[in-house]
């Protein structure tokens, strides 16, 4: 299946990006992948921060997966820092690869490496296949989250 690398995203990854986002129910009915514009714009927020981390699995030179991590301190947990994990996407034909899983425990060993003392992230109540994968590498259904469009 060829080599595999997980590297910070490059502005040129965004469109790539941006189709993963869109490509399943809930992204096709939120995602505009025909106007650049608004992702362009906070691919360069997210870039220029330091606790954040875009993240994409190449192969082959195709972008064919992708994560967002947050770097969120605070008090709690003896002044813990959490890693966040947010639009876990992997491209259609290489779903049931592995590559889901490769992803995660990337973001895991990042969020390691930058002393975190907890992981955590968010997944849609409809996307019960979703959490049945994150409940096979050891997350636990732990909260109940809440969201306030705006």
């Not at 399943?24 to 505009?32: N, Q």
């Not at 899983?101 to 997944?123: I, K, P």
Request: glycine residues 10%; proline residues 4%.
């Amino acid at each position: 299946m060829g080599d595999l690398t997980i590297r910070r995203a490059v502005a040129a990854d965004v469109p790539a990006i941006v189709a993963m986002l869109a490509d399943d129910p809930l992204g096709a009915t939120r995602e505009s992948p025909d106007d650049p514009a608004p992702y362009t714009a906070a691919y360069v927020v997210i870039d220029a921060d330091p606790h954040q981390m875009l993240a994409v699995a190449e192969r082959n030179g195709q972008v064919v997966g992708t994560l967002q991590l947050t770097f969120l301190s605070g008090l709690a947990r003896r002044g813990a820092t959490r890693a966040q994990i947010e639009a876990v996407r992997v491209a259609s034909g290489e779903r049931g690869s592995g590559l889901g899983a490769t992803l995660m425990e990337w973001a895991v060993e990042q969020a390691r490496d930058r002393g975190c003392g907890l992981v955590q992230l968010t997944s849609d109540t409809s996307r019960t296949d979703a959490h049945r994968f994150y409940e096979r590498l050891g997350f636990k259904a732990s909260h109940v989250g809440f969201k306030l469009d705006l």
